[in-house]
C-alpha cells in the first residue's frame, strides 16, 4: 500500500523543541570541562555509594518488598486453599496456580494447590497477591530478587515458595 | 387466560392471571431476589428472600407464593422491604461458613450476590456455627452441608423432574440438612441438574470441582449434539480453549432449564485424538495435495456418498450440492448412532434417538431413517468406485454393515474430526480434517422439528475446516486458505 506522502500531516517541530541560542562562554566548552573535572575530582574522593550486586546484598527495610513465601500453619501445612485471589489480582498475571483436593487427614481443609507458580520475571514486586489473600498464606520477604542463568530458574514452584 | 393489571414500582403491566407476583415482577425487567424459588419447579416459599410490599397488606410478602390480582400494587424497593431482606441474610449467613476461597459456586452464587446487594456489611454472631456433614451424593455431585441453606430446589426437582425422589430434608431448626434416602444414590441421568439449580455451593459438580474460578472462564451460547432434542446449552472455556463445563441454558420450547448428564460431560473428544492435518493414504499433507487426490477419487464412476446424522443440514446441502455438479451419479446414503427407547422422566424426556440431525437429514437429503438407509446399502453387493464417508460421530465405533460397506469399496474420502476406528481402517484414502460441533456454526433440526443455529463456541483445536469450507475448497473457491493451516 502506497501512502500519499502530501496528504500526510506533518507539523512544525513546536517553539520549545528549538535550541536555544548558547552564551560564547558556553560555547568555548572550557569552563564548563574545568567544571565537570571539579566534580569527578570531589565524587572520587567520597566512599562509593553503589554495592558489588549480585555479590553483595544491600540492606533494605523490614517493609521492603522482595520474594514471597508462602506461610505455613500450626500443623506445617501451607495455608493457601487454591482460591486464586492472587492471580486475579496480579496485574502482571505472574501467578499460576492448579488446584487439588486436599489430603482427608488435613481436618476442615477442601482445596490446596498442586501447582503455584510465580514468575519472578514477570512480577512487578507490588505487594497485590498478598493484600488479596484472604487466608494471609503469600507475604513478601525481604529478600532481594535473586538473579540465575537461565529463565526456568525464575519461575518459583511450590517447594521453593514454602521454604523462601 | 384472564388478564388482570397490576402496578409494579409504578408502572402498569398486565400477566395472566394465574401468575405469581414475583413472575410478574421477573417478566417485566423488575428484579426481585430468590432462592428457593424456580420457575420450573413448585413453589415453596421457605428462604423469605423476596419479600416485596403490597399496597393495603401489613407488612410485606413473599412474592413467589403471592398470586396477582386486579389492582395490586406491588413495590419491590422501600425501608420495610430492604428490613425484611436484610434480616433474612443476616439469618442465612449466622451458620454458613464462608469458605468462598474454596467454595466452586463463588463467583456466580446467589449468597454472595445478595449479602453484596442486600446484607449487612459485618456478622453480629459471635457463637460456635453449626458444622454440617460432607458427603458424595452421586457419581457426578458432592454436597458441603455447612453452604446449604435449606432452599429444597434439589429435593422439588428430584420429586417433579427426575422423579427418583432421592432427596429429602433431615433434622429440624438450625440443623436442618439436605441428604440421600436411606439405600439410595443420586446416580439418575438428571443428577447433575441440582448443581446448577443450588444457589449456593451446597451441591457441587465433582466433574468441575477445583478445576477453575468461575471468573476466569467465558461463556458462550451452543446446542447439545448428543440426541435428537438439542439441549440449549452454554459452554464455558478457560483461556487456554479448553472447555471446562457445559451447562443448560433456559428455553422453555426445547429443555426448560435442564440437561441431561451425558450432554454435559461429553466433550473430551474435542480435545483428545483429533485428527490434526489432512492424511493422503495414512501419510501427512496440504490441504492442496490432499484436495487434488480427493477430487481425483470422487470422480470415480459408481461412487457412494455416506453422511451421518451428526453433520449440520449446511454440511448435508453443501456435499449434497457438490455432488451433483461434480459427479452427478452419486447415490447419497445416511447412516447414524443405533436408536434406543426414550428414557422418560417426570419432566424431562432424554431422547433414545443419539443423533443430533435425523429430522435435519430427512429434511436435506429426504432420508427418514438413517440406519435404515445404511441396512439398504449394506445389502447391495456391487463394488463401490469411491465413498465419500461424513462421519463425524464422536467416538464411533465401526458396525458390521458398515464394515462391509468399506470392504467393497475401492477407495474411501474420509470427512472426520478424530483419528478414531475409521481412520485406522485399511483403505482410507484421503482424511480431511472436520471441526467438531463446537468449533463450527450450523444448524440443527431436532426431533419436534425445531431448526436451531449455533455458532463456534471455540477456536478450533486442529487445522481442519468445517464441511461447508471443505466443499468450497474441493470447488477450488478457496484453496489458499486450507493451504497454509
Known amino acids: 500500500m502506497s501512502v500519499d506522502m502530501k496528504k500526510m500531516d506533518v507539523h512544525p517541530p513546536r517553539p520549545e523543541m528549538r535550541p536555544s541560542r548558547l552564551s560564547w562562554i558556553t560555547r568555548i566548552y572550557i569552563p564548563m570541562i574545568l567544571k565537570g573535572m571539579l566534580i569527578s575530582l570531589r565524587e572520587f574522593m567520597r566512599k562509593p555509594v553503589t554495592i558489588q550486586y549480585p555479590e553483595q546484598k544491600p540492606k533494605v527495610s523490614e517493609r521492603f518488598r522482595g520474594e514471597h513465601r508462602l506461610t505455613k500453619d500450626a500443623e506445617g501445612h501451607m495455608k493457601c486453599v487454591a482460591c486464586y485471589m492472587c492471580a486475579t489480582a496480579c496485574p502482571a498475571h505472574c ?70 | ?23 410478574a415482577c421477573h417478566q417485566n425487567d423488575v428484579d426481585v431476589p430468590h432462592y428457593c424459588y424456580h420457575p420450573d419447579l413448585s413453589i415453596a416459599g421457605n428462604c423469605r428472600i423476596c419479600m416485596v410490599g403490597v399496597k393495603g397488606m401489613p407488612r410485606p410478602v413473599v412474592a413467589c407464593a403471592q398470586p396477582v390480582a ?69 457419581p457426578h455431585v458432592k454436597y458441603w452441608g455447612s453452604r446449604c441453606i435449606v432452599c429444597t430446589r434439589c429435593v422439588r426437582f428430584t420429586e417433579e423432574v427426575s422423579g427418583g425422589g432421592e432427596l429429602g430434608v433431615i433434622y429440624r431448626g438450625d ?116 484436495r487434488r487426490a480427493a477430487l481425483d477419487l470422487l470422480s470415480a464412476p459408481g461412487s457412494v456418498a455416506l453422511i451421518s446424522a451428526w453433520n449440520t443440514n449446511e454440511a448435508m446441502q453443501s456435499i449434497k450440492n457438490f455432488l451433483s455438479s461434480e459427479n452427478p451419479s452419486t447415490r447419497i446414503f445416511g447412516y447414524g448412532n443405533t436408536v434406543e427407547a426414550d428414557l422418560v422422566f417426570p419432566g424431562f424426556t432424554i431422547s433414545g434417538d443419539k443423533n443430533p440431525n435425523c429430522a435435519g437429514m430427512k ?30 460421530i464422536p467416538n464411533f465405533q465401526i458396525t458390521a454393515e458398515l464394515k462391509s460397506i468399506l470392504d467393497r469399496s475401492q477407495n474411501v474420502v474420509l470427512l472426520d474430526f478424530a483419528t478414531g476406528d475409521l481412520l485406522r481402517y485399511g483403505n482410507v ?47 477450488g473457491d478457496r484453496v489458499a486458505v486450507g493451504n497454509q493451516r
Request: glycine letters at 6%.
Open chain 1, 95 to 164: 501467578i499460576n496456580i492448579e488446584a487439588q483436593a486436599a489430603p482427608p487427614e488435613w481436618d476442615g481443609r477442601d482445596k490446596i494447590p498442586s501447582v503455584f507458580e510465580i514468575d519472578m520475571l514477570k512480577c512487578i514486586y507490588c505487594g497485590y497477591c498478598v493484600e488479596a489473600c484472604p487466608k494471609e498464606a503469600i507475604e513478601m520477604t525481604n529478600k532481594v530478587p535473586k538473579v540465575y542463568q537461565t529463565r526456568q530458574e525464575f519461575i518459583y514452584g511450590l517447594n521453593k515458595l514454602l521454604n523462601n
Open chain 2, 1 to 23: 387466560m384472564k388478564q388482570v393489571n397490576l402496578k409494579i414500582d409504578g408502572k402498569d403491566v398486565t400477566v395472566p392471571a394465574d401468575w405469581t407476583v414475583i413472575k
Open chain 2, 70 to 138: 386486579e389492582g395490586m400494587e406491588v413495590s419491590t424497593t422501600g425501608k420495610d422491604v430492604e428490613e425484611a431482606r436484610k434480616g433474612v441474610m443476616e439469618f442465612l449467613l449466622i451458620n454458613h461458613p464462608l469458605d468462598c476461597p474454596e467454595c466452586d459456586q463463588s463467583g456466580e452464587c446467589k449468597l454472595q450476590d445478595y449479602s453484596y446487594d442486600h446484607g449487612r456489611d459485618h456478622g453480629r454472631f459471635h457463637e460456635e456455627k453449626v458444622r454440617k456433614s460432607k458427603a458424595t451424593m452421586g
Open chain 2, 175 to 290: 440443623r436442618s440438612e439436605i441428604a440421600l434416602f436411606p439405600g439410595k444414590n443420586l446416580d439418575n441421568p438428571l443428577s447433575m441438574n441440582n448443581v446448577d439449580i443450588c444457589p449456593v455451593g451446597a451441591l457441587v459438580s465433582s466433574d468441575f470441582l477445583f478445576q477453575s474460578r468461575v471468573w476466569h472462564l467465558h461463556s458462550n451460547p451452543s446446542v447439545c449434539a448428543d440426541c435428537s432434542v438439542g439441549c440449549n446449552s452454554r459452554v464455558d472455556l478457560d483461556a487456554k480453549n479448553q472447555i471446562k463445563r457445559i451447562v443448560p441454558r433456559q428455553n422453555d420450547a426445547v429443555n426448560k432449564s435442564w440437561m441431561c448428564d451425558h450432554g454435559r460431560l461429553s466433550f473430551d473428544y474435542v480435545h483428545e485424538n483429533r485428527l490434526q492435518k489432512p492424511k493422503v493414504h495414512g501419510k501427512d499433507a496440504t490441504w492442496k495435495e490432499a
Open chain 2, 363 to 392: 429434511q436435506v437429503l429426504g432420508i427418514g431413517d438413517a440406519n435404515a438407509s445404511l441396512k439398504a446399502l449394506a445389502a447391495e453387493k456391487d463394488s463401490i468406485g469411491c465413498l465419500l464417508l461424513v462421519n463425524n
Open chain 2, 429 to 475: 484414502a484421503v482424511a480431511l480434517p472436520t471441526l467438531t460441533t463446537f468449533e463450527k456454526s450450523g444448524s440443527f433440526v431436532n426431533r419436534t422439528g425445531l431448526t436451531q443455529t449455533f455458532d463456534a463456541v471455540m477456536e478450533p483445536v486442529t487445522y481442519g475446516m468445517p464441511e461447508t469450507e471443505i466443499v468450497a475448497a474441493l470447488r
